[in-house]
Antibody, heavy 121, light 107 residues
């Protein structure tokens, strides 16, 4: 059974850092592109970042570019999101998602349960 | 590329048929997905490639459209279908963009 389990969320002050992890199981992790998507309290979904199956390509939303770093360890079946210079507006539930294998249809076929990040003084 | 969903909220009774709309600011061909999100839960993939149901999705859910206009139809709404529904384009990326969501609530 395919599973994605996020961890690492918490309460942090503005300007500080936090690293999220997403442990994958039940599928061949090193074959899939992986994304982070976030959802601010009471708001909609916002795509954050993507990393190719082999780490060869990475893209970020403009709102996090230069502050967040996505990475993966295929030997550990784990996805990461390093969040630096956090802002109040980064407060959200962060979801790890798996991209479908088809190169023409990169939709998100599996989601983790999410981890809450609260940025507050 | 902006995705616009209408209406923001839909009040319906169980058993009714509902139609949700999603419009793209430019053509996304058929590269559109629909997700369902219940309170306190992660989103769940319902439809991809505009009209293909994901594994395990009941047949009462159907998607249609191409280009800039898309619809999600739920026939005979069940109690477990009350949720927020998001459309998402994956034709022109990055970024992957979502609509703002349509909440289907009990009338």
């Amino acid at each position: 059974q395919v599973h994605l389990v996020e961890s690492g969320g918490g309460v942090v002050q503005p300007g500080r850092s936090l690293r999220l992890s997403c442990a994958a199981s039940g599928f061949t992790f090193n074959s899939y592109g992986m994304h982070w998507v976030r959802q601010a309290p009471g708001k909609g979904l916002e795509w954050v970042a993507v990393i190719w199956y082999d780490g060869s390509s990475i893209y970020y939303a403009d709102s996090v570019k230069g502050r967040f770093t996505i990475s993966r360890d295929n030997s550990m079946d784990t996805l990461y999101l390093q969040m630096d210079s956090l802002r109040v507006e980064d407060t959200a539930v962060y979801y790890c998602t798996r991209e479908d294998l088809s190169p023409l249809s990169p939709y998100f076929d599996t989601w983790g349960q999410g981890t809450m990040v609260t940025v507050s003084a | 590329l902006v995705m616009t969903q209408t209406p923001a909220t839909l009040s319906v009774s169980p058993g009714e048929r509902v139609t949700l709309s999603c419009r793209a600011s430019q053509s996304v061909s058929s590269y559109l997905a629909w997700y369902q999100q219940k309170p306190g839960q992660a989103p769940r993939l319902l439809i991809y490639d505009a009209s293909t149901r994901a594994t395990g999705v009941p047949a009462r859910f159907s998607g249609s459209g191409s280009g800039t206009e898309f619809t999600l139809t739920i026939n005979s709404l069940q109690s477990e279908d009350f949720a927020v529904y998001y459309c998402q384009q994956y034709d022109n990326w990055p970024p992957w963009t979502f609509g703002q969501g349509t909440k289907v609530e009990i009338k």
